[in-house]
């Protein structure tokens, strides 16, 4: 039996999103996305290989296990026992620190600590753009969470040259992301479906289109610490993404009335002089950014929205990384 390893990573915010592939299997994007990693929205996870099992076993503590997250975390532990020729079976034991299938994007933070926690487990040793190549293979958006603070997923030409990078450290800017939670059911749509049908949207072209210009204004205003032009971008491209969603066939709709209440109440802070956009992933919760400096105000007034069950607050988070606390 070896030795456990865990490792630990952060969610990521997409600012501007994946949302349609290229290449089912390989995970390829048809645009490259920018992102933050969450702090405050983190997967711990711990694998052992050992040679007494004759099948993965895979536990995901607080939520329970489906076959179906078992079938493809063993596809991912596949990809890491290829690279490092070996054959034995593993016990993984993870946990989250947020509600799973709420559009926190849990399989990005489940599958980067994987990746990562796998590969130490099985000695094989890759460099951060290798690791983030690996885990996109598991989920794309984990690609993002490998890199430490605000990431660039490069869409690239194939395998080899779609990975992600840092292009400013987690310290470089105090931008907050305040998730109020309204939904902590399991979605009825996963990503997986939803990114599957974007070809059949009359708009996915248009919002292709605009995403890549987005991507440009996004990270040069990451770069300059513009939170206005920033928020601006920002907004419009979750709404390009969810305009995709509405009109795919069959239509994907993540909203529900309280989604629409925040989005309604920001912009009606925002007229009065607040300092606030939303964004919004494959869920019902709704992602608030602020500068570092509003955000006890701005938490205090989406707690008093209705509907909103909590407000998970999160700084610009680090890089995916090996931990000394186990979980077996
Ligand atoms: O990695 P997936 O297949 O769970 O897709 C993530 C999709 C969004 O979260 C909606 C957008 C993004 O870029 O993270």
Redesign the pocket.
């Known amino acids: 039996m070896t030795a456990p390893s865990t490792a630990q990573s952060c969610a990521?915010i997409?600012f501007i999103?994946?949302?349609g592939r290229r290449d089912h299997a390989l995970r390829l994007p048809l645009n490259g996305?920018i992102?933050m990693n969450l702090d405050g929205a983190t997967t711990t996870t711990t694998v052992i290989f050992d040679p007494a099992l004759d099948e993965d076993r895979v536990i995901i503590l607080d939520a329970g296990t489906t076959a179906q997250a078992a079938h493809r975390v063993s596809a991912h532990l596949d990809r890491v026992r290829a690279l490092a020729g070996i054959t034995t079976r593993a016990r993984v034991v993870s946990r989250n620190s947020f509600p799973m299938g709420t559009g926190i994007?849990s399989?990005?933070s489940a599958f980067a600590a994987l990746t990562v926690a796998a590969c130490a487990a099985a000695n094989l040793t890759l460099d951060e753009r290798a690791l983030s190549i690996l885990a996109r293979l598991g989920?794309?958006?984990?690609c993002r969470s490998i890199p430490a603070g605000f990431v660039e997923w490069h869409a690239g030409e194939d395998s080899e040259t779609s990975y992600a990078e840092t292009i400013a450290p987690p310290e470089h800017w105090d931008l907050r992301d305040l998730i109020a939670i309204v939904q902590t059911a399991h979605k009825d749509v996963g990503?997986?479906t939803g990114?599957a049908l974007v070809d059949s949207s009359p708009f996915s072209e248009a919002r292709l289109a605009a995403a890549e210009r987005g991507l440009a204004v996004v990270r040069n205003a990451i770069r300059a610490c513009d939170f206005e032009t920033f928020g601006e971008e920002t907004e419009q491209e979750a709404l390009r993404?969810h305009a995709v969603a509405l009109t795919s066939q069959p239509s994907v709709l993540y909203w529900s009335p309280e989604t629409v209440r925040i989005m309604q109440a920001i912009r009606a802070w925002r007229a009065e002089g607040v300092r606030a956009y939303f964004t919004i992933?494959?869920g019902a919760n709704v992602h608030v950014l602020c500068p570092g400096a509003d955000v006890d105000a701005l938490a205090k007034r989406l707690r008093e929205l209705k509907g909103v069950r909590d407000v998970l607050a999160n700084r610009p988070g680090p890089a995916t990384r090996l931990i000394d606390a186990h979980l077996v």
């Open positions: 990521n997409a999103k994946y949302w996305s992102s994007a399989s990005a989920s794309g958006s984990a990503s997986t990114q993404m992933d494959a």
